[in-house]
């Protein structure tokens, strides 16, 4: 059975910074890229940054880039996201799925639909 679990999502300033943990089990972690999502109230989801199965290649949204870094550990079955220099605009709920894909061949995804099954999500809440 598939499981994501996210973790690290709280309550910061704007400037601060928190680190999100995402634990996979019930696939092979390596084989799949991994992506970060976020959610506001009354919005779609959103695509934030993506990993690919190997680690070598990382994508990112304009609105993050520069600021927010994606990282994995396929010891670890975890996928990471470290954001710094939080913005209230950043306030969401924040998911990690797992490309429907093994080993995908070029790249990475922004789809939503790529992507899945998805963990509960963590709350990130950044105040002005």
């Known amino acids: 059975q598939v499981q994501l679990v996210e973790s690290g999502g709280g309550l910061v300033q704007a400037g601060g910074s928190l680190r999100l943990s995402c634990a996979a089990s019930?696939?092979?972690?390596?084989?799949?890229?991994m992506g970060w999502f976020h959610q506001a109230p009354g919005k779609e989801r959103e695509f934030v940054a993506a990993?690919?199965?190997?680690?070598?290649?990382?994508d990112y949204a304009d609105s993050v880039k520069g600021r927010f870094t994606i990282s994995r550990d396929n010891g670890k079955n975890t996928v990471y996201l470290q954001m710094n220099s939080l913005k209230p605009e950043d306030t969401a709920v924040y998911y990690c799925?797992?490309?429907?894909?093994?080993?995908?061949?070029?790249?990475?995804?922004?789809?939503?639909?790529?992507?899945?099954?998805w963990g509960q999500g963590t709350q990130v809440t950044v105040s002005s």
């Open positions: 799925a797992a490309d429907l894909l093994m080993f995908r061949r070029t790249g990475t995804s922004r789809r939503a639909e790529d992507f899945g099954p």
């Open positions: 019930g696939f092979t972690f390596s084989s799949r890229n």
């Open positions: 990993i690919r199965w190997s680690g070598g290649i990382t």
